[in-house]
């Protein structure tokens, strides 16, 4: 049985199933093959440019997110960049922003886990209280559906409109109503004030 031909050179044409691989040099071009080099030679530079930035926590998730977005790239586009480096650390610079403003529409420096609330000497009893509800709050949360769940915490948590959820989601407003409300008189139900 022979393997089809690959026209994009001579020496591997005529390979046969039992041939053995061609080396790395001789192989043709792969779509990823440009992205596998800039990561290569861009990886480590950029780890440490965002370290520098103070997002160590982050560094590594924002070279995947740089990187999954130059996937997205159409193979024209990404052989367009002439200055990779400064490509790289423009788009990196760009997501450390682009998260930063995301936390702070969350107010993620102002969220705390129940374990995270500390008891003070004078009010105790309001402090137990609050880690009560604050637990009730989130098993009533994980027993919603999924989609209610998520629609409920991009309104109320992160901030977002209707109209907004319904256009991130592709579903109506009406239908991100109907799941608000649905939330809200669960929780209600539950106890939980929302």
């Known amino acids: 049985m022979r393997l089809k031909s690959v026209p994009d050179h001579p020496r591997i044409a005529g390979l046969e199933e039992s041939d053995p691989l061609p080396p790395d040099d001789v192989r043709p071009r792969t ?3 440009f992205l596998e080099r800039l990561y290569r030679a861009h990886h480590d530079g ?8 103070g997002r160590d926590e982050r560094a590594h998730d924002v070279v995947q997110q740089v990187f999954c977005r130059l996937a997205g790239l159409t193979e024209q ?7 990779p480096a400064a490509y790289l650390r423009r788009a990196a610079d760009n997501m450390l922003r682009d998260n ?4 702070e529409r969350r107010s993620a420096s102002l969220h705390l886990g129940e374990d995270e609330v500390v008891l003070h000497a004078g009010d105790q009893w309001a402090a ?3 880690r009560d509800r604050l637990r009730r709050l989130e098993d009533a949360l994980l027993r919603l ?8 915490l991009a309104h109320r948590i992160d ?5 907004e959820i ?3 989601t592709g579903l109506s407003i009406k239908t991100v109503e109907m799941h608000m409300t649905r939330a809200i008189a669960y929780l209600d139900q539950s106890r939980v004030k929302a």
């Open 31 to 33: 779509r990823g093959a």
């Open 46 to 53: 950029l780890i440490r440019f965002i370290r520098r930035r």
């Open 77 to 83: 586009e990404q052989q367009g960049i002439v200055a």
């Open 100 to 103: 930063a403003r995301q936390d």
């Open 128 to 130: 137990l209280e609050a």
């Open 145 to 152: 559906k999924p989609r209610t769940r998520e629609i409920f």
């Open 159 to 163: 901030g977002y409109s209707y109209a």
């Open 166 to 168: 319904a256009f991130r």
